[in-house]
Nanobody
Framework: QVQLVESGGGLVQAGGSLRLSCAAS????????MAWFRQAPGKERDFVAA????????NYADSVKGRFTISRDNAKNTVYLQMNSLTPEDTAVYYCAAKRLTTTPRSIYDYPYWGQGTQVTVSS
């Protein structure tokens, strides 16, 4: 079992940046794939980015490639999402998710552990 707590959301102007953090419990954090999803009102929860136990193993949604960077600090049991060049289309609740094993899938059904989300709002 892994407990996840997101933080770092807020209100930002278009073109600005935010850095989300997800703190995870558990002593086996380094063996987990970590991911970020987001959900806007009335829409499905969509994949944003994932990073495997091997930091070089990453996966990004096309909509955020080149703008967002996922990273992790295993010593701190924390995964980050650096979001640059934000647009109003990035407005959503951002969720941290985790799964064991080394793949970086895009489906919500592959991730058994979830945080409660943090709101990101990007104004024009």
């Amino acid at each position: 079992q892994v407990q996840l707590v997101e933080s770092g959301g807020g209100l930002v102007q278009a073109g600005g940046s935010l850095r989300l953090s997800c703190a995870a419990s558990g002593r086996t954090f380094s063996t987990y794939t970590m991911a970020w999803f987001r959900q806007a009102p009335g829409k499905e929860r969509d994949f944003v980015a994932a990073i495997g136990w091997n930091i070089g193993n990453t996966n990004y949604a096309d909509s955020v490639k080149g703008r967002f960077t996922i990273s992790r600090d295993n010593a701190k049991n924390t995964v980050y999402l650096q979001m640059n060049s934000l647009t109003p289309e990035d407005t959503a609740v951002y969720y941290c998710a985790a799964k064991r094993l080394t793949t970086t899938p895009r489906s919500i059904y592959d991730y058994p552990y979830w945080g409660q989300g943090t709101q990101v709002t990007v104004s024009s």
